[in-house]
């Protein structure tokens, strides 16, 4: 079962956006960027960084989402 959180992660990249990640997801803002600080803490690791306008993955980011990737292809 993949966690409500890393579906919210996997929007927030696609969509380069918290705001469109919540359209997509019928969630508010605010809870696209409480899912990503729960997921953070949960984790112990910082997963996005901000880069000028866009939204990047952090190393550690980019493993989450590959084994998130994984766990889905592989499901």
Not at 10 to 26: C, D, G, K
Request: charged content about 25%; hydrophobic content about 35%.
């Amino acid at each position: 079962m993949i966690d409500s959180k890393l579906y919210t992660l996997l929007a927030v990249v696609e969509s380069n956006s918290y705001t469109r990640a919540a359209e997509q997801l019928s969630l508010t803002q605010p809870a696209v960027t409480q899912h990503i600080k729960q997921l953070e803490k949960e984790l112990g690791v910082k997963i996005l960084n901000r880069v000028g306008n866009d939204i990047k993955p952090t190393s550690e980011g980019n493993i989450v989402i590959k084994y998130e990737n994984d766990e889905y292809y592989y499901s």
